[in-house]
Nanobody, 116 residues
Framework: QVQLVESGGRLVQTGESLRLTCSTS????????LAWYRQVPGKQRDLVAR???????NIADSVKGRFTISRDNAKKSAYLQMTDLKPDDTGVYYC??????????WGQGTQVTVSS
């Protein structure tokens, strides 16, 4: 059974940093691309960053230069390092396998709230 567990979100002040973790099980992690998404109430889930199985990355323009994505295949985990956080970064962050199309059922997500 596939499990996607996001963690690391919390309330922070503008300008602070956070590192989110996506812990996975139940699928061949190393062979899969991984992506982070953000959702705010009433809006669709938007792609924030993605990393290929070979380590290539793609970052959304809205967070480019502030967010980085990485992975640890041995730990079957992916990470989203977020710096210089802004109120617009507020939302629930989810991870999933797949470059363009999420492959599995969504996890619970982790709430990031950035206060001004």
């Amino acid at each position: 059974q596939v499990q996607l567990v996001e963690s690391g979100g919390r309330l922070v002040q503008t300008g602070e940093s956070l590192r989110l973790t996506c812990s996975t099980s139940g699928f061949h992690f190393a062979a899969n691309d991984l992506a982070w998404y953000r959702q705010v109430p009433g809006k669709q889930r938007d792609l924030v960053a993605r990393i290929s199985s070979r380590g290539g990355t793609n970052i959304a323009d809205s967070v480019k230069g502030r967010f980085t994505i990485s992975r640890d295949n041995a730990k079957k985990s992916a990470y989203l390092q977020m710096t210089d956080l802004k109120p617009d970064d507020t939302g629930v962050y989810y991870c999933n396998a797949g470059w363009s199309i999420p492959q599995y059922a969504w996890g619970q997500g982790t709430q990031v709230t950035v206060s001004s």
